[in-house]
């Protein structure tokens, strides 16, 4: 267990439909990462915030994605009008410094 | 297309016996390389990193081996373990522009372990 939690640990949904997923980062690490995975794929980076501030964004992460960390803690990633395409790992990751420590994941699975 | 790719997608090995896993990479830019093992149902796990400027580290069990004339990392496991079974990743550091230091991964080698 690297500190770092995210829910909900799997998402089942019908195609159209919006999804929200939760990261709390490890509590004094001010930099935030989201980063989605599809099955025998490394990681690919979605969007980057430090503390408060989205700092950077993927050409990955299209208008029906969003990201926000309104208080600097926690983030939320949501996905508006899922797709089948959009079915994969969704991994968080924060830091303080230059190593990265990964959350479990949520996997997102659509219908 | 992608800057880091591993050159085998599984890798078997009997228990005891020294594993290798092989990176290429693209990127001389890179600051840092990094390998993370990945286990089933979690997400990645940092094991060691070797900064652009360096040939070799050494950890607990793992060696990292960086070649900057062809572009080549590589993981020596020593007296792998069952517990070593697992997908494993390398991954290229560089600096973003925003602040952040960004990751680039490749596809990952899965290393299965024969007790």
């Known amino acids: 267990d690297t500190g770092v939690s995210q829910n909900p640990r799997h998402k089942i949904t019908k195609r159209g439909q919006n999804v929200t997923f939760r990261c709390d980062p490890i509590s004094e690490h001010n930099r935030l990462y989201w980063y989605r995975q599809t099955l025998g794929q490394g990681p690919e980076f979605l969007t980057y915030f430090q503390n408060e501030a989205q700092l950077e964004k993927s050409r990955l992460l299209s208008d029906r994605f969003s990201a926000e960390r309104p208080k600097g803690s926690f983030s939320t990633l949501e996905i508006q009008r899922t797709e089948q395409g959009d079915s994969a790992m969704y991994l968080c990751?924060?830091?303080?410094?230059?190593?990265?420590?990964f959350g479990p994941g949520t996997r997102l699975t659509v219908l | 297309g992608e800057s880091v790719g591993l050159h085998l997608p599984t890798l078997s090995v009997q228990e005891g016996d020294n594993s290798i896993i092989n990176c290429a990479y693209s990127?001389?830019?890179?600051?840092?390389f990094i390998w993370y093992k990945q286990e089933s149902g979690k997400g990645p796990q940092f094991i060691i990193d070797?900064?652009?400027?360096?040939d070799k580290r050494q950890g607990q069990r793992v060696t990292v081996l960086l070649n900057k004339t062809v572009k080549h990392l590589s993981l020596q496991i020593a007296a792998t373990q069952p517990g070593d079974s697992a997908v494993y990743f390398c991954?290229?550091?560089?600096?973003?522009?925003?602040?952040?230091?960004?990751?680039?991964f490749g596809k990952g080698t899965k290393l299965s372990v024969i007790p």
């Open positions: 991954a290229e550091k560089s600096y973003s522009g925003a602040g952040s230091y960004q990751l680039t």
């Open positions: 990751a924060s830091s303080v410094s230059h190593e990265q420590f």
């Open positions: 070797i900064r652009s400027n360096m």
């Open positions: 990127n001389s830019a890179s600051d840092y």
